[in-house]
């Protein structure tokens, strides 16, 4: 069992950067499928980043591509999200996700394994 916990969320201005953890336990992280999704106040949860257990293959909602970067560490089970230019409408509750095996790595309905989200605010 993989237990998911997420850091580094926290109020920025528009046009800042803000960079999310999410520490890993159990020793399978570096077989998983990991992506981060996000949910605002009232909207679905909406796919943001997802990347291949070997950190090959990474893939992008069009609405950050060209500002977001997911990576990971599979040697200290860490995923990350590098976030910048932030705009007021990335604020949402940003949670990561893994999977043994992603087919459809932007639907949240692949995903077995959970955090409990961390908070972005970004203010205009």
């Known amino acids: 069992q993989v237990q998911l916990v997420e850091s580094g969320g926290g109020l920025v201005q528009a046009g800042g950067s803000l960079r999310l953890s999410c520490a890993a336990s159990g020793s399978s992280f570096s077989v998983l499928d990991m992506a981060w999704f996000r949910q605002a106040p009232g909207k679905e949860r909406e796919f943001v980043a997802a990347?291949?257990?070997?950190?090959?293959?990474?893939h992008y909602a069009d609405s950050v591509k060209g500002r977001f970067t997911i990576s990971r560490n599979n040697a200290d089970n860490t995923l990350h999200l590098q976030m910048d230019s932030l705009k007021p409408e990335d604020t949402a509750v940003y949670y990561c996700a893994g999977t043994a095996s992603a087919r459809y790595f932007s639907q949240h309905t692949e995903y077995t394994h959970w955090g409990q989200g961390t908070q972005v605010t970004v203010s205009s």
């Open positions: 990347i291949n257990w070997g950190g090959v293959r990474t």
